[in-house]
T-cell receptor, first 112, second 113 residues
Framework: AQSVAQPEDQVNVAEGNPLTVKCTYSVSGNPYLFWYVQYPNRGLQFLLKYITGDNLVKGSYGFEAEFNKSQTSFHLKKPSALVSDSALYFCAVRVNNRKLIWGLGTSLAVNP | DADVTQTPRNRITKTGKRIMLECSQTKGHDRMYWYRQDPGLGLRLIYYSFDVKDINKGEISDGYSVSRQAQAKFSLSLESAIPNQTALYFC????????????FGPGTRLTVL
């Protein structure tokens, strides 16, 4: 079965420190990978996606993600976290124009 | 103006009532989706529509129905609401390609008493 895993329910990081939110996937075929963010009481907002090409993808708000095919991972990163980055982050994957498969989300808390 | 709008934003209703949640989009997308979000369960797909004449069940369609009135409008109905349908409901739209991003509405918080 095709799946996406976000192994950490919650990540805590101090403001100014680098942050990583992990995502691994299990699919057959070439994956298209997405990251979304959900701020409190808001809908999901698109951050970035990997389609093809350079494994390092840059997105909104200073976020980036690295596609690693051998490790089937697509971890979200930011060099210096802000308190305003505190939110719920979702990883998703699509293969062959089928539906998006969603991870369960990781709650990021950035402490001042 | 927001590209994807949902009405109402909040609704409290009683068990057994019929409820309709509405979604409109101005992105010109053919594909539209309804999800529900529950704490710890992530997003689960209820129904999706690839065009006005194409409607498909998602993972958790039982107890729900949909209507695609036009390219821009996709409504979700709960025929007889029950408490375990209390959740946050999101509408989303996308273009036709596998690489296209889904764009979400602001959500409807539904409480069934």
């Amino acid at each position: 079965a095709q799946s996406v895993a976000q192994p950490e329910d919650q990540v805590n990081v101090a403001e100014g420190n680098p942050l990583t939110v992990k995502c691994t996937y299990s699919v057959s075929g070439n994956p298209y990978l997405f990251w979304y963010v959900q701020y409190p009481n808001r809908g999901l907002q698109f951050l970035l996606k990997y389609i093809t090409g350079d494994n390092l993808v840059k997105g909104s708000y200073g976020f980036e993600a690295e596609f690693n095919k051998s490790q089937t991972s697509f971890h979200l990163k930011k060099p210096s976290a802000l308190v305003s980055d505190s939110a719920l982050y979702f990883c998703a994957v699509r293969v062959n124009n089928r539906k998006l498969i969603w991870g369960l989300g990781t709650s990021l808390a950035v402490n001042p | 103006d927001a590209d994807v709008t949902q009405t109402p934003r909040n609704r409290i209703t009683k068990t057994g009532k019929r409820i309709m949640l509405e979604c409109s989009q101005t992105k010109g997308h053919d594909r539209m989706y309804w999800y529900r979000q529950d704490p710890g369960l992530g997003l689960r797909l209820i129904y999706y529509s690839f065009d006005v004449k194409d409607i498909n069940k998602g993972e958790i369609s039982d107890g729900y129905s949909v209507s695609r009135q036009a390219q821009a409008k996709f409504s979700l109905s709960l025929e007889s609401a029950i408490p375990n349908q209390t959740a946050l409901y999101f509408c989303a739209t996308s273009g036709p390609s596998s690489t296209d991003t889904q764009y979400f509405g602001p959500g409807t918080r539904l409480t069934v008493l």
